[in-house]
């Protein structure tokens, strides 16, 4: 039954990591056991680090199609994307390389539109060599964006934490202005949201982070947790989200109160990144609030490792992992709201449906 979940992975700029972990994931072919992966690439590339690591990584057979629809279960699906003719230049940035990136990105985000792969894993992409005028945005979020239904929530997830962002791809001089009760009061209702269908967390706790040192002390650093962080908390916290803060990050996360929470509103990238990416090295990024699944590793096209053969494929494989587990519990969820009373009773123990339960008089 696992089977029928068709997991897309578009491999990324092809002189980072991408298929390398990408080759090392599926050398061992019990995962296709878990899904029906669909690679987007170029073949050329694939062949060129197949050889490449011919010594350490045992050879992936590819089975190739020309659309998802025809992905055989049991087997590594790849679909063509971009120029047949690549030039590779392992750990040099080069806009070749950023052009493969956004073919196979743009076919498999297509699929995913139309419903012929459950969810997409994206390989890192350099966000500089993939800019060009058929590709103006700055990273996969923004992209998807526009691509996919609903507003991107960009979240962080381990089995440590999950923190959410408010703020994305924003220069910090530009973070403050950006920040308002409606925007923040958007992104804690976003993830409480992401958080009961993806995660399958009845009632999720929300810490939502401060913007300035010391969570403004008053309003002598700053004046935004006053004005604005605070009020969005209150007002979600009346529509019975359980929303909690403005936390200190620092404090916050030195004392290990992230334990106590189910996730993390930050309110820019490296707030919420840094101490994410520290005490969960192998963490997954997940875009939540779109109607499609999309996951990929928490980390980047690490040129200075790429060529070498010693990436670490496992935050690609949480991805992977994460993308099947999310298209299940979101199924599961639709499945259980259709009939709200079943749900109920189901979580009381009993598993009944409307017609098991007896008749009552017309004014009871």
């Not at 002189?15 to 669909?38: H, M, Q, S, V, Y």
């Not at 419903?115 to 500089?128: M, N, Q, R, S, W």
């Not at 620092?250 to 994410?276: E, R, S």
Request: proline share 5%; charged share 25%.
């Amino acid at each position: 039954m696992s089977n029928r979940l068709k997991i897309g992975i578009s491999a990324g700029d092809t002189n980072g990591i991408g298929w390398e972990i990408i080759l090392k994931i599926f050398a061992d072919n019990r995962l296709t056991e878990l899904c029906t992966p669909i690679i987007y690439g170029q073949s050329a590339a694939a062949a060129y680090y197949q050889k490449r690591y011919q010594q350490e990584i045992e050879p992936v057979r590819f089975n190739h199609i020309d659309n998802a629809e025809r992905a055989a279960h049991g087997k590594v699906n790849t679909i063509e994307c971009g120029e047949r003719e690549v030039k590779i230049t392992p750990g040099k940035p080069s806009k070749e390389g950023g052009a493969a990136a956004a073919a196979a990105l743009q076919r498999a985000a297509q699929d995913l539109r139309d419903g012929t792969i459950d969810a997409l894993v994206t390989a890192p992409i350099d966000k500089e060599m993939i800019q060009s005028a058929d590709f103006p945005y700055t990273g996969h979020t923004e992209f998807l964006a526009k691509e996919l239904d609903g507003e991107p929530l960009m979240m962080m997830c381990s089995e440590l934490m999950r923190v959410g962002l408010a703020t994305i791809h924003l220069p910090v001089a530009k973070v403050a202005e950006a920040l308002s009760e409606e925007l923040i009061a958007k992104r804690i209702r976003q993830i409480n949201a992401s958080l009961r269908q993806d995660f399958g967390i009845v009632r999720p706790r929300i810490a939502v982070m401060a913007l300035n040192p010391h969570a403004g002390d008053g309003g002598l650093l700053g004046e935004e947790e006053q004005q604005i962080i605070k009020p969005a908390i209150e007002q979600c916290y009346g529509e019975d989200i359980l929303a909690f803060g403005p936390f200190a990050a620092d404090g916050f996360f030195a004392a290990g109160a992230y334990k106590q929470y189910d996730a993390i509103l930050a309110m820019y990238h490296d707030q919420g990144l840094a101490p994410f990416k520290t005490l969960s090295p192998d963490g997954v990024n997940f875009t939540a609030s779109l109607a499609a699944v999309r996951t990929s590793p928490d980390h980047g096209v690490a040129y200075d490792i790429a060529g070498r053969g010693v990436a670490d494929p496992q935050s690609m494989r949480n991805a992977i992992y994460d993308a099947i587990d999310i298209v299940r519990r979101r199924d599961a969820w639709t499945e259980w709201n259709e009939n709200p009373l079943q749900h109920f009773e189901r979580e009381k123990g009993r598993d009944i449906s409307v017609k098991d339960l007896p008749e009552t008089e017309p004014n009871d």
